[in-house]
């Protein structure tokens, strides 16, 4: 794939209208937006300042990270605490998220999203109070492993690292999640599967492939 720089503001800019333009695959009043990487990639930032952009174009967004939807440590750490695998396939609670977050979207849903469930500082349930995502809003998801599910996305974007960016840019306490990651580009190929791949090496120079 060929990429070119680009600023983050420029690429906000592309993605934001990007969305205005294309209607939800399910003809349902709600566009459901990933925004995928590696917590090196830290990907909170871009899926923030996009929701910003959207909202200034008056459009409801309602911002949701994957931390927010871990499963228990019993179950996380079923295997120990440092294994990948585990990391890759059990962490988070992908049935939360179709219950709580991608369900109430559908056709005819409510609207109403639960924008977190597990608090991992106390493992304790969050009780937060469910959201209302006005017809026409925006869901922007964010975090890693989010492509590979069958999440009903009507965009995705990668933030993909090199393996070498990747390695430098994780913390040293969780370099253990690196094979995780390599599963991911072998299993799932998220450059392939994306709509948009944005290169963040270099955080201060990102690259992308466009809008296709």
Do not use: C, K
Request: no cysteine.
């Amino acid at each position: 794939m060929r990429l070119e720089a680009i600023t983050w503001d420029r690429l906000t800019e592309a993605l934001a209208e990007r969305i205005l333009e294309t209607e939800p695959a399910d003809g349902g009043p709600w566009s459901r937006v990933a925004v995928d990487g590696a917590p090196a990639a830290g990907t909170a930032g871009p899926a923030e300042a996009l929701a910003e952009a959207l909202r200034i174009r008056g459009r409801s967004v309602l911002v949701v990270g994957t931390a927010g939807f871990l499963r228990p440590a019993s179950l996380r750490y079923e295997y120990g605490r440092e294994d990948p695998d585990a990391y890759y396939s059990g962490w988070f609670d992908t049935g939360a998220l179709w219950r709580e977050v991608f369900g109430p979207l559908e056709p005819g849903g409510s609207g109403r999203v639960l924008p977190d469930l597990w608090d991992p500082a106390t493992d304790r349930a969050t009780r937060s109070q469910h959201r209302r995502l006005a017809p026409g809003g925006v869901l922007v998801l964010h975090g890693p492993l989010l492509l590979g599910h069958w999440f009903p996305f009507d965009l995705t974007v990668h933030l993909r690292l090199s393996p070498g960016a990747l390695r430098r840019r994780t913390d040293a306490g969780e370099l253990w999640t690196l094979p995780a990651f390599a599963r991911y580009e072998d299993e799932v190929d998220p450059v392939a599967v994306a709509d948009v791949v944005v290169r963040a090496d270099d955080p201060r120079h990102p690259a992308w492939g466009g809008l296709g």
